[in-house]
């Protein structure tokens, strides 16, 4: 499929043409019994040659499970077919991203204990020493993962090539080696990795450096998880309440939440310690239950079931929580530039997906640029340990600073134009192909024409976002078009707002990107839509003025550039809604099959594959000519 990425060819070829540092990193894949003492969602692989992320995929778009932790085996061969490798005797190191050895430490005790009730202390005593018990009776340790790997993968590593990271480690290298600065600080925050749940590094050339660390359930990432299901949504659903907040007034519960999160040392944030008596221990892991307390019940009123409608008080609570973490990292993060000196920031870890937070770290001028990781996530920290282990173990080049560098996204699995046409075969009692000369003009004439787009063409996206290779496509200027695409093409929530994709050209006349060096390629900045364009994209513009922004150029992805391209010309307009291509509680589609049968089972309109535009009865585009336009409904 063309201009969808790089052409494993070409990648094979450089790595045959000389002899190259290859890294594997991966994480996820505890399986069975152990799984549930370990940490194992968002599995995925990545690959590293000679400090060049080249391949990188997530375990989910193979096996269709949602977040799935499987052992990311399916991962793992993409990765080595993308770079013509043979076998995994042909890599140099293999790490993983977690250390169960590094689970419940002290510090957790010592950090936490001295502010709880004594009731509290021995609940979190007891609760970490008996998870420490079960980790060494269950055998769960970093040796234990090693012997996973060979087991699964048949290939024992030779002694100094198989290596164990530290999960927050993981995910700073993750931001730090793919961001454009010499140097940064870099922080990692989450709900829990291992036994912390934020922690700090300088990045250098000579690497990554501990500077500030804050142990678990002393926790941002579990606040918001509390009160995510505290408001009837499940794990993993933090961004619904993220699009929720716009919606509220945060002064409602302001109070409560400054009482909750307060600043204690070093600007680090401190969690109200009868907050942590929700905890529970769930499947061998501290997780956010929902044992609220007395005292916030008769604050915030009952839990929302997920069969109830949203309140207003629902909404006023997800936006004082969403203003409560964004004052809690901002506060501590100006303590680290004091303490540090450094003037860059990169970010990572499943917090660091909070779009609107970064939007006003980046707008706040706190440091001259923000870099967030693409794969901010778990997954993200297959791409950190491979990239560590490049940098940081075999001692590869170190990292330099790179002239308006982005990070790599495209860089799954691709399907050739064969295999697309025979998808389409298979399907075709069901589609009909057409192939338009012009294709960026038929799709931006079809999406100008109100029509719902899946797109589908080259390398897929690492991370969790969709940005112009596996994508949703519609026209902003419909106020319609959220809740038709919401209710009858997503199946989701109908307040939950779309991203929309604009012309790198024609950003800044669009969107204020202020801190963001006019771009903002990934969608992992919420900004302001300038107040004269917001009833141009009322689709792709939520209830405050925000949007989620994706900036595209010409050099990353020429055929989405030219769609968007089309568009303008046609309607004046440079932006096209852009949002995954999957329905509600499913993964992305990965192969031309996934797409056709997501196509199928909701009301998109069309389907472009490859240079192949599908419609479900008919001949989708008028065609002028047998030449120009030629069916191929028959020989697809």
């Given at each position: 499929?063309?201009?969808?990425?790089?052409?494993?060819?070409?990648?094979?070829?450089?790595?045959?043409?000389?002899?190259?540092?290859?890294?594997?990193?991966?994480?996820?894949?505890?399986?069975g019994y152990v799984a549930r003492f370990g940490s194992s969602h968002d599995?995925?692989?990545?690959?590293?040659?000679?400090?060049?992320?080249?391949?990188?995929?997530?375990?989910?778009?193979?096996?269709?499970?949602?977040?799935?932790?499987?052992?990311?085996?399916?991962?793992?061969?993409?990765?080595?077919?993308?770079?013509?490798?043979?076998?995994?005797?042909?890599?140099?190191?293999?790490?993983?991203?977690?250390?169960?050895?590094?689970?419940?430490?002290?510090?957790?005790?010592?950090?936490?204990?001295?502010?709880?009730?004594?009731?509290?202390?021995?609940?979190?005593?007891?609760?970490?020493?008996?998870?420490?018990?079960?980790?060494?009776?269950?055998?769960?340790?970093?040796?234990?993962?090693?012997?996973?790997?060979?087991?699964?993968?048949?290939?024992?590593?030779?002694?100094?090539?198989?290596?164990?990271?530290?999960?927050?480690?993981?995910?700073?290298?993750?931001?730090?080696?793919?961001?454009?600065?010499?140097?940064?600080?870099?922080?990692?925050?989450?709900?829990?990795?291992?036994?912390?749940?934020?922690?700090?590094?300088?990045?250098?050339?000579?690497?990554l450096h501990l500077v500030d660390e804050t142990y678990a359930p002393n926790s941002v990432g579990y606040l918001y998880q509390s009160i995510t299901y505290f408001l009837g949504f499940e794990t993993g659903d933090e961004y619904k309440v993220m699009g929720l907040a716009p919606y509220g007034d945060p002064a409602r519960y302001r109070r409560f939440f400054e009482r909750v999160v307060r600043t204690g040392a070093g600007g680090r944030f401190v969690i109200d310690p009868e907050w942590l008596g929700w905890l529970v221990v769930r499947d061998g892991l501290m997780r956010a239950g929902s044992g609220y307390p007395s005292s916030m019940l008769r604050e915030l009123g009952m839990p929302r079931r997920d069969d109830e409608p949203i309140e207003q008080r629902h909404m006023d609570l997800a936006a004082a929580l969403q203003e409560a973490l964004e004052r809690a990292v901002m506060r501590w993060l100006a303590t680290l530039r004091d303490r540090t000196g450094e003037k860059h920031l990169c970010l990572?870890?499943?917090?660091?997906?909070?779009?609107?937070?970064?939007?006003?770290?980046?707008?706040?001028?706190?440091?001259?640029?923000?870099?967030?990781?693409?794969?901010?996530?778990?997954?993200?920290?297959?791409?950190?340990?491979?990239?560590?282990?490049?940098?940081?173990?075999?001692?590869?080049?170190?990292?330099?600073?790179?002239?308006?560098?982005?990070?790599?996204?495209?860089?799954g699995p691709s399907y050739t134009t064969m295999e697309?046409?025979?998808?389409?075969?298979?399907?075709?009692?069901?589609?009909?192909?057409?192939?338009?000369?012009?294709?960026?003009?038929?799709?931006?004439?079809?999406?100008?024409?109100?029509k719902v787009v899946g797109f589908y063409q080259g390398r897929m996206e690492w991370g969790p976002r969709a940005l112009g290779n596996r994508s949703i496509l519609a026209d902003p200027r419909r106020a319609d078009m959220k809740d038709i695409v919401n209710h009858a093409v997503k199946l989701r929530e109908g307040f939950r707002p779309f991203a929309p994709a604009v012309l790198i050209e024609e950003a800044n006349d669009w969107f204020d990107l202020t801190g963001l060096g006019g771009e903002s390629p990934y969608m992992l900045f919420t900004v302001p839509v300038h107040e004269h364009r917001r009833d141009r994209i009322p689709a792709v513009t939520h209830v405050d003025g925000s949007a989620r922004v994706q900036t595209v150029r010409r050099e990353d992805n020429p055929r989405f550039h030219e769609i968007l391209r089309a568009f303008f010309d046609i309607t004046g307009v440079p932006v096209i809604m852009n949002t995954s291509f999957n329905v509600k509680g499913e993964p992305i589609v990965n192969t031309p099959m996934d797409a056709i049968r997501c196509f199928l089972g909701t009301q998109i309109d069309l389907l472009v594959l490859d240079d192949l535009i599908l419609d479900k009865r008919a001949v989708v585009v008028d065609r002028p000519s047998r030449t120009r336009d030629q069916s191929v409904a028959q020989t697809a």
């Open positions: 499929m063309p201009r969808g990425g790089g052409a494993p060819s070409r990648i094979a070829s450089a790595v045959r043409a000389r002899s190259s540092m290859k890294v594997l990193g991966y994480n996820g894949g505890l399986d599995s995925a692989a990545a690959l590293v040659i000679d400090g060049e992320l080249v391949a990188a995929a997530e375990e989910e778009r193979f096996n269709r499970d949602k977040h799935s932790g499987a052992f990311p085996i399916r991962a793992m061969e993409h990765c080595l077919k993308e770079a013509g490798l043979r076998g995994f005797e042909e890599l140099d190191l293999v790490c993983y991203y977690h250390s169960h050895d590094r689970m419940w430490q002290p510090g957790m005790i010592r950090e936490n204990a001295p502010r709880m009730s004594p009731l509290g202390r021995a609940l979190l005593t007891g609760a970490v020493s008996g998870l420490r018990a079960v980790h060494r009776a269950s055998k769960l340790d970093d040796a234990r993962t090693a012997r996973t790997f060979v087991e699964r993968t048949g290939w024992a590593p030779p002694p100094g090539k198989y290596r164990v990271l530290w999960h927050h480690l993981a995910h700073a290298a993750s931001a730090f080696y793919e961001s454009p600065f010499e140097r940064a600080v870099c922080v990692a925050l989450d709900a829990q990795g291992e036994s912390h749940s934020s922690t700090a590094f300088v990045g250098d050339a000579r690497g990572a870890g499943g917090v660091a997906l909070n779009c609107t937070m970064n939007g006003k770290i980046a707008r706040s001028g706190m440091f001259d640029g923000v870099h967030v990781a693409p794969a901010s996530h778990d997954a993200g920290t297959a791409a950190g340990a491979a990239l560590y282990g490049y940098h940081a173990i075999l001692g590869g080049a170190p990292k330099m600073p790179v002239s308006e560098r982005r990070a790599k996204v495209y860089l697309a046409r025979s998808a389409v075969r298979e399907m075709r009692h069901a589609v009909r192909a057409s192939r338009p000369g012009d294709l960026a003009r038929a799709i931006a004439e079809a999406v100008a024409d109100g």
